[in-house]
């Protein structure tokens, strides 16, 4: 797969997301910081299930990672190492998109859906962008807005998923893989 100048830019950003301690590597302790800044940004306790849940999902999500990505056994990932993978076909298989993300996905809506509807309002996406990939609460809102095809203040599974696929796998600038992380 060849990394458009569109691709690179997302790339970049979703590396930085998961970079929470922004020291230019992603490690485990980067994704424990992540799920601790959520669940807390949602009043919940590390012994609430639905904590658990999340962090586990989030610690399979970086157990994917480092197994496709660290080239260097270092227990580390760079950003280069990060687009290398992508590049060859290691993370980005839509194949394979979904057996990590829909199960994330659900951890998150069962930490984020405050009210168990399960959608998320406006704020509830503006408390969960934030707290977890440092989308700035403007940024949050607009993407709130553009999930939220029917106009009922409401966006669920399938419009994230949707819109996770079209980040890694649509060059529609405009689309939402565009905008998921705010500007690139």
């Known amino acids: 797969m060849k990394i458009t100048p569109f691709l690179d830019r997302r790339l970049t950003r979703r590396f930085e997301t998961y970079d929470s301690d922004r020291d230019g590597y992603v490690e485990r302790k980067d994704f424990d910081l992540a799920s601790t800044r959520l669940t807390s940004a ?7 299930v639905r ?14 990672l480092v197994a496709v990505t660290d080239t260097n056994d270092d227990d580390r990932i760079s950003l280069a190492e990060y ?11 839509p194949e394979a998109f979904d057996d990590v993300y829909v199960p994330y996905l659900d951890a998150l ?9 399960g959608r998320l309002g406006v704020d509830e996406h503006v408390r969960w962008s934030t707290a977890l990939m440092h989308v700035s609460e403007a940024d949050a ?12 203040g409401l966006i669920g599974t399938e ?13 529609d600038e405009d689309g939402p893989g565009g905008w998921l992380l ?3």
């Open 83 to 93: 687009r290398t993978a992508f590049v060859l076909g290691l993370l980005g298989r």
């Open 159 to 171: 419009d994230l998923l949707a819109a996770w696929r079209a980040f890694y796998f649509s060059e």
């Open 182 to 184: 705010g500007p690139l």
């Open 141 to 152: 809102r607009a993407v709130h807005a553009r999930l939220d095809h029917d106009g009922d």
């Open 51 to 64: 904590a658990k849940r999340l962090h586990e999902q989030l610690l399979g999500v970086w157990d994917h």
């Open 42 to 48: 949602f009043g919940l306790t590390d012994d609430d």
């Open 109 to 117: 809506l069962a930490v984020a859906d405050h009210d168990g509807d």
